[in-house]
């Protein structure tokens, strides 16, 4: 998660890759780049870490013996084309990972990347990020799940390089990840999701 206003330090309100590295180094706190401005990331709901886990934790299992890797929200992903350093809730990489500078806090080329949608980042994660996005040469598929209903949007690139949509909104649905060549189940992936209000 994050938010969109620009996060000021030490008197200056853009920065070099190299001074955001350093200072991301140091932080206690996540945050993202983006030519030369610096996002901090805010926390996240109970709903939103229970899908994030449920995903991980089911490619996890069904990757076993396969040559693509789920990673957590705390891999940091880099774009050369457009700049941006992010966090996403959950990526994979398929081979052998590729880092920036041989930095393997920074990787390159996932083939998969999944967001666990919220109230504050919806408009940015179908929007400007995944246009952002678009600009890995590896990625093959794009999801965001949302955390607040059951409902997940599925990009994939067809066979043309053109991305299309798919939406799976019912529990009983079966999510599809062609660039992985598995399944994986709504129930799953909401699984101890609890919507109801409490007393």
């Keep these: 998660m994050y938010l969109r206003e620009p996060e000021v330090a030490y008197g200056k309100s853009k920065f070099t890759i190299p001074e955001y590295l350093e200072m991301e180094q140091l932080a206690t706190d996540k945050h993202e780049y983006y030519q030369g401005e610096i996002f901090a990331m805010s926390g996240a709901t ?5 899908v994030c886990m449920n995903v991980a934790t089911a490619l996890k299992t069904k990757l076993k013996g396969k040559p693509c890797r ?3 929200s705390d891999m940091r992903v880099y774009i050369p084309a457009n700049s941006l350093f992010t966090y996403p ?6 081979g052998e990972p590729q880092f920036l500078n041989d930095d393997k806090r920074n990787l390159l080329n ?5 967001e666990v949608l919220s109230p504050s980042t919806r408009s940015y994660d179908r929007g400007d990020k995944f246009k952002l996005y678009r600009d890995i040469p590896t990625l093959r598929e794009y999801v965001l ?3 607040e209903q059951v409902g997940i ?7 043309h ?4 949509l798919t939406e799976y909104k019912d529990m009983g649905n079966t999510l599809k990840l062609k660039s992985l060549g598995l ?3 709504m129930a799953d992936v909401y699984e101890g999701v609890d919507w109801k209000p409490q007393p």
């Design 46 to 50: 109970y709903a939103h870490n229970m």
């Design 70 to 72: 789920p990673l957590g």
């Design 89 to 94: 809730d959950v990526s994979v990489v398929c």
């Design 110 to 114: 996932p083939t998969l990347i999944i």
């Design 145 to 147: 799940a949302d955390a």
């Design 153 to 159: 949007e599925l990009y994939s690139m067809n066979a």
């Design 161 to 164: 390089g053109q991305w299309q």
């Design 183 to 185: 399944s994986l189940k």
